[in-house]
């Protein structure tokens, strides 16, 4: 059976180093900040070629302390794409933050450097105050970091990279966490690296920031546990979690370049009237999702569900549709690439399990309902 992600095959695979680090945590007892969190921060942070690494609860916890690090005061104005995971927004109102939504490119699906600069100036005309832009990595391919770097730094934003799907991949033969000055990401199972639970971490340049999110996950903390210098919050990686991510860490190279093959497959093959994710050629993608755009989408979904294809629609209703942000900002009437998408999108399976049988079933399934009309 095909599936859209296979967590099963992955977990066989590694089953018994998988098992013995947990058994590890369950025999010291340390279950929060133990040794395998400084462990991995340590090893993710060689990875990304990261100043600091911070782990946290979840992907977005990452943001908020991001956000919350950089002291953005209430109805100050965080610029961030519509089309993307309602976390990104959602991170930008949990700190009473101020929502400026932007177009999205409709090659990459990243946010749209030059909508950017109009989105700038429209707040400007409003009289209203511009602190940050958050740039997502859709479906796990980096945002114009060379480009969004220059407009911040002309505008003096703060630039925060939502890295929740884009952890592995490279811009410039650069890693990501290193592409930005913060950098999140989230370690949900389905995510190109997920552990067994919610998880997440913040990547940075500044060892202000750094040691200020350090002190928001921990309640505050100061010198010590019962030292509290600011109001901060609950949310540190659990050391089963942090066991498990590094045993899946020592795979991550590997299945990263089987989701390339698969991609690359998927894009010499599928017929031309699919339009297939384009990614720049100063970026390596870790494919979180294989995001097809199609005409007949609904009719092309249910023949592929017949068939066995399992797939999904990310995102059906872009963020600025959805009720609790109908209040935020956007240039009227800019939305096109987003609604665009939002019609015409399709994730395919994309998994390092899915195997060549299965890929040229998928492909076959695909190009037949559109060549045989
Ligand atoms: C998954 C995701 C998040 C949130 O991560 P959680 O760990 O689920 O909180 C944030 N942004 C994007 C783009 C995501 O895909």
Redesign the pocket.
């Known amino acids: 059976m095909i599936k859209f992600l296979d967590l099963h095959k992955q977990k066989n695979r590694i089953a018994s180093r998988i098992d013995g680090a947990i058994k590890r945590v369950l025999n010291h007892g340390q279950f929060i900040l133990g040794k395998e969190v400084l462990e991995l921060e340590k090893k993710l942070k060689e990875f990304s070629n990261a100043k600091h690494c911070i782990t946290c609860a ?4 990452a ?1 908020v302390l991001a956000l919350r690090a950089l002291e953005i005061k209430e109805n100050e104005i965080v610029f961030a794409p519509s089309f ?2 309602v ?2 927004v959602e991170a930008i109102k949990l700190i009473n933050a101020k929502v400026c939504f932007v177009d999205v490119e409709s090659d990459t699906y990243n946010i749209c450097p030059s909508k950017l600069e109009d989105s700038i100036n429209y707040i400007k005309k409003l009289g209203l105050k511009a602190r940050a832009v958050i740039a ?1 990595d ?1 479906f796990g391919q980096p945002a114009n970091y060379d480009e969004l770097k220059k407009i911040s730094r002309k505008e003096k934003l703060s630039l925060i990279s ?1 890295a ?2 884009s952890f592995g991949a490279k811009q410039k033969n650069r890693k990501v966490g290193e592409l930005c000055e913060i950098t999140t990401t ?3 199972p389905a ?1 190109p690296l997920g552990c067994y639970g ?3 971490a913040v990547f940075t340049e500044s060892t202000l920031v750094a040691n200020k999110i350090k002190s928001l996950r921990s309640h505050g903390q100061g010198k010590d546990k019962y030292d509290n210098v600011r109001i901060g919050m609950n949310s540190r990686l659990d050391s089963i979690q942090a066991a498990i991510l590094i045993e899946k860490l020592k795979i991550f190279d590997y299945e990263i370049n089987i989701r390339n093959k698969i991609a690359k497959f998927y894009k010499d093959n599928l017929s031309e009237k699919i339009v297939c994710p384009e990614v720049k050629k100063e970026n390596i993608s870790v494919w979180a999702q294989f995001t097809i755009r199609v005409k007949n989408r609904k009719k092309l979904k249910e023949n592929l569900n017949k068939n066995g294809i399992p797939t999904a629609i990310y995102y059906r209703n872009p963020n600025h549709t959805q009720r609790p942000y109908k209040n935020e900002l956007f240039i009227p009437d800019s939305m096109n690439n987003t609604i665009r998408l939002s019609r015409a999108v399709l994730s395919l399976p994309m998994h390092p399990y899915l195997n060549l049988n299965e890929q040229k079933k998928i492909v076959k399934t695909l190009n037949d309902f559109y060549e045989k009309k």
Do not use: I
């Open positions: 979840n992907g977005t916890d943001l993307t995971y976390s990104t997502v859709l939502d929740a799907q989230s370690f949900f995510k919610d998880g997440g």
